[in-house]
């Protein structure tokens, strides 16, 4: 059998290796994959900070056009400057309401009333910057947080008065012109220069707070505060991940700067949120490998089993002998040696020997002598079983019995030849025994094989079977 195993070593140590390789290359493929997944998520965090900084910056630049529009306008003194500021305060992007800062800190609101704004606002100052937006201030209340977003109203040369557009941050957030993810993530405007929070849509109903009051975060490994602070006061595109100390999820704080100020979007999204589509991507190659893999574990079973079915078929043909299916000659060899180690008390051998093969042969044909063979057989087979008979020859079989008691050996011996002869067919059986186990079987062979020979010689002698007869 170990030519057996040589043949099938190859073709087994093929497959595995080809399962090898396509199980290797599976999985760089599935970490290559995750991988692009992976950067596609970031990418995406980045492009949807950017596209919210995009769209507030148009949203301002659309402000300003629309209140340079109506300074001019006003700078015709067409209109009651009170009556104007009421019809045009609803129409901006942002701003919520319209207010006229004059010489001496004076404001004119769009109800018509003129209020003394010194020591909140001065005239000089932002008459000084121009057009432009303010970071966060208090409103004429003293309480509210607002922006103004300031244009000259420009006579003859000189600014007259300061258009003012009015945007309230605490309704900001909901004038927001995109809302990231789907506004499943917190959204921050905030100004990098103090820190001061423009929107902050996860402590909503709450007064707009300051970033570096919040105090130090549970930062994930390889970033820090100051990295965080760093990015902000200089208007990078960067992020950090940090823990949220209300969920314990990591969250991914990207930042960026936007063309107002030193104003900053800032987009705190959780972790599942940011890599969903690559989380997405990576389930469907864990069951694609899991199928893979129980696609190989169900190919290489199949190719034990098959092995080992050839291999049995193998053996069955190597020791089996095909015309009686007892075992031949090969496998006798074989269990001598396993034969001597068997039983406690003695070993049995059987020692038979058909008789008239040859004759039959002659005169009836090798197919009849086939069926007495088989007949022979089944009759062994019946009353002593397959595990230890053989046909070790032509007209010969061998029968080992372990430890089994001697009457019953010689009676099962004499039935089986008793049926034989009913059905026409004859055989001489010798028996001997020896004490198990045995060192040596060769004693016990022969002495089975003379009985056996001594029976076929009385069987010949009798005139009904005499050879010289024929």
């Not at 068997?342 to 051998?349: K, T």
Request: glycine share 8%; aromatic share 10%.
């Amino acid at each position: 059998m170990r030519n057996d195993r040589v043949h099938w070593g190859r073709p087994l140590a093929a497959a595995m290796v080809l399962v090898l390789w396509v199980a290797v290359a599976s999985f760089w493929v599935t970490e290559q994959v995750n991988r692009q997944e992976e950067q596609a998520s970031f990418t995406s965090l980045a492009e949807e900070a950017d596209k919210l900084a995009r769209s507030i910056e148009e949203r301002v630049d659309s402000d300003r056009e629309k209140l340079t529009l109506l300074a001019e306008i006003l700078a015709m003194g067409e209109e009651a400057p009170a009556e104007y500021l009421a019809l045009y305060q609803d129409t901006g992007s942002f701003f919520s309401r319209l207010e006229l800062l004059l010489p001496g800190d004076r404001v004119v609101t769009a109800d018509g009333e003129e209020v003394s704004a010194a020591g909140r606002l001065s005239f000089a100052q932002e008459a000084a910057r121009g057009t432009h937006v303010t970071d966060r201030e208090t409103d004429l209340d003293g309480q509210s947080p607002v922006v103004r977003h300031y244009v000259p109203v420009v006579r003859q040369g000189q600014t007259a008065a300061l258009l003012c557009g009015v945007i309230e941050l605490r309704s900001l957030a909901q004038e927001l012109p995109y809302q990231p993810y789907g506004g499943q993530t917190a959204v921050y405007l905030i100004d990098g220069a103090t820190g001061d929070f423009l929107v902050d849509t996860w402590h909503t109903g709450q007064q707009p707070g300051n970033i570096w009051a919040l105090g130090s975060r549970p930062m994930a490994e390889g970033y820090n505060d100051a990295q965080l602070r760093q990015g902000l006061v200089n208007g990078e595109s960067n992020f950090v991940v940090f823990r949220s100390q209300t969920t314990g999820e990591y969250l991914y704080f990207y930042y960026t700067p936007l063309a107002v100020n030193q104003w900053r979007v800032a987009l705190s999204v959780p972790e599942h949120l940011v890599f969903a589509r690559a989380q997405y991507v990576r389930s469907l190659l864990d069951r694609m490998l899991a199928a893979e893999g129980a696609a190989f574990l169900l190919y290489l079973c199949w190719m034990v089993y098959y092995i080992r079915r050839e291999t049995r078929e193998m053996e069955r043909q190597g020791w089996e002998d095909a015309l009686t299916g007892l075992y031949n000659r090969n496998r006798y060899q074989h269990d001598l040696p396993i034969l001597a180690q068997e039983g406690r008390r003695e070993l049995c051998c059987i020692f038979l020997d058909v008789n008239g093969l040859h004759e039959l042969n002659n005169t009836q044909g090798h197919q009849t002598g086939d069926r007495m063979l088989q007949e022979v057989a089944r009759q062994i087979r019946q009353d002593f079983g397959t595990q230890w008979s053989y046909r070790v020859g032509g007209n010969e079989f061998v029968i080992f019995a372990v430890d089994r008691d001697r009457e019953e050996i010689l009676r099962r011996t004499r039935t089986a030849t008793r049926e034989l002869e009913r059905k026409g067919y004859y055989i001489s059986a010798g028996v001997a025994w020896t004490p198990a186990p045995a060192r040596d079987l060769a004693p016990l062979l022969q002495a089975a094989e003379q009985r056996m020979y001594e029976a076929k010689r009385s069987f010949y002698q009798n005139a009904a079977f005499d050879r010289r007869a024929r």
